[in-house]
Structure formats: structure tokens, C-alpha cells
């Protein structure tokens, strides 16, 4: 995987699997897409975890994960 905003998705996805404050079993098991029309981060739809390219770039690692927690 050589795409840095993917790349970055994934570390958040991990980082919140080891921290275990939260259950993050439902988001690894999604693939990911991105759609350049969402207007957040990320988002959950239809069983794939949805991403937009620009937000996930201008989020810091924490912002990432707060993102992703809030579609748990």
C-alpha cells in the first residue's frame, strides 16, 4: 500500500484497535472506498468505509480517530 491517505486511515484504524477504548471490530472488517462527494472525513455506507481524500488530508491523527469513532 503506497497511497499516504489510505495509509493513514489504516494507522488511525489501528490505533484505536490498541487503545481499546473503543469496540473497532465493525471497521476493520469494512473496505475502503473513497468518494470525493462526502463531506466529512469518513463515513459508513453500505458496508464500506467511505473516505474523502481532502478532509482525511487536512485532519490530524487524533481528528482521524475521532472521525472514525463517531461512525462506530
Known sequence: ???????A???ARIS????????TT???????EENSDLRTAVAVSDGVLCFSREFVKSHTMKEL????KRNL
Open 1 to 7: 500500500m503506497h497511497d499516504p491517505i489510505m495509509k
Open 9 to 11: 486511515i489504516v494507522a
Open 16 to 23: 484505536l484497535l490498541t487503545e481499546g477504548e473503543v469496540p
Open 26 to 32: 465493525r471497521l476493520f472488517g469494512l473496505p475502503l
Open 65 to 68: 480517530k475521532q472521525a472514525l
